[in-house]
Structures are given as C-alpha cells and as structure tokens.
C-alpha cells in the first residue's frame, strides 16, 4: 500500500484525497459580481461553509483552484434583488436630501454677495 502526498493531504492507495480546507484568506470584500475578492467564494458558500458536506466544499476548492468565480445564487422568489433595491432606493433618497441642503445652502451664500 503505497501513500500519496495530494496537495499537502496523504491519500492511501491513490485515491484522491478530498480537499475540505476554507480557502479563506482574510480579505472579506464582496465585488460586483457578488464573489469574494480574496476566496472568490459566494456569500452564501462563505455563510454556510461549516454546514457544506466534505463534498460540496471539495468541489468549491476545486473551482476557486481552477481559478472560476462563484455565480451568486438568487432567491427563487426573487427577494434578493427587491431587497437590494430598497436599499439602493433608501440610499437615493438620504442623497437626495443631502444635495437639496447643499444647495439651498449654496444658494443662501450666492443671495447674500
């Protein structure tokens, strides 16, 4: 029986050994695409990576290995993206706000030259 080193983990008789480490490197952003910028995991992989199957977190080792990006996973029912877009319409309307001050402020120091 012979033992096979397979990327830093033993594998006896040459199966491949199951790669279940989190790739998590400490750099926890969220881009655009909804992947992480330092694990290139989803939210929802990086969220519930102790509840993953051996399996399941294997195949995510591989994909981020094979240098591929996590799809972000929507709700069926859509949530997600209304959700998202309640929070950008919040944040359009504190701007707004603020901008309508900045103005009549600007508009008092033009009116008093």
């Known amino acids: 029986m012979s033992i096979i080193k397979l990327g830093g983990r033993k594998s006896k008789d040459g199966a491949a050994a199951k790669d ?8 926890c ?3 655009g ?3 992480c910028l330092g694990c ?3 939210k929802a992989e990086v969220k519930g990576w102790k509840r993953l199957s051996d399996t399941a ?4 080792n591989e994909r981020i290995r094979q240098g591929t990006q996590a799809v972000p996973v929507a ?3 859509g949530k997600a993206p209304r959700k998202r877009l309640r929070k950008l319409d919040r944040k359009i309307g504190k701007l ?3 901008l309508a001050a900045l103005r009549a402020e600007r508009d008092a120091m033009a009116g008093s030259d």
């Open 75 to 77: 709700k069926a029912d």
């Open 96 to 98: 707004e706000a603020k």
């Open 40 to 42: 290139h995991r989803s």
């Open 57 to 60: 977190k294997a195949a995510i």
């Open 20 to 27: 279940t480490r989190n790739p998590c490197i400490g750099l």
């Open 33 to 35: 695409q909804g992947a």
């Open 29 to 31: 952003r969220f881009g």
